[in-house]
């Protein structure tokens, strides 16, 4: 069982930076494509991020393409969101994710496990 739990959200100012942390009590993460979803109120959860088991591969949404940086430390068994010159528009829960690898990083909600989420706000 894979049990995912997301710190490091709050307050930021728009452009600052924030680093969300996603971190798993259970099984080891290292096989596992992770991603990084988020959920604005009264919106659709959205694609941000994902990256590949090993960490060679990454993709990301183009709205945060430039400004945000997913990572992993597979020894450590966590999953980072380094997000820089935020903006209003990134204001919202943010959901790690995994799944067993296929081959392609998905972009789409098709994750078999979730956290709960952290809450990001930002000032103007």
């Known amino acids: 069982q894979v049990q995912l739990v997301e710190s490091g959200g709050g307050l930021a100012q728009a452009g600052g930076s924030l680093r969300l942390s996603c971190t798993s009590s259970?099984?080891?993460?290292?096989?596992?494509?992770m991603a990084w979803f988020r959920q604005a109120p009264g919106k659709e959860r959205e694609f941000v991020a994902a990256?590949?088991?090993?960490?060679?591969?990454?993709k990301y949404a183009d709205s945060v393409k430039g400004r945000f940086t997913i990572s992993r430390d597979n020894a450590k068994n966590t999953l980072f969101l380094q997000m820089d010159r935020l903006e209003s528009e990134d204001a919202a829960v943010y959901f790690c994710?995994?799944?067993?690898?296929?081959?392609?990083?998905?972009?789409?909600?098709?994750?078999?496990?979730w956290g709960q989420g952290t809450q990001v706000t930002v000032s103007s």
């Open positions: 990256i590949s088991g090993g960490g060679s591969s990454t």
């Open positions: 259970g099984r080891t993460l290292r096989i596992y494509t």
């Open positions: 994710a995994a799944r067993a690898p296929t081959g392609v990083l998905i972009t789409t909600a098709n994750y078999n496990y």
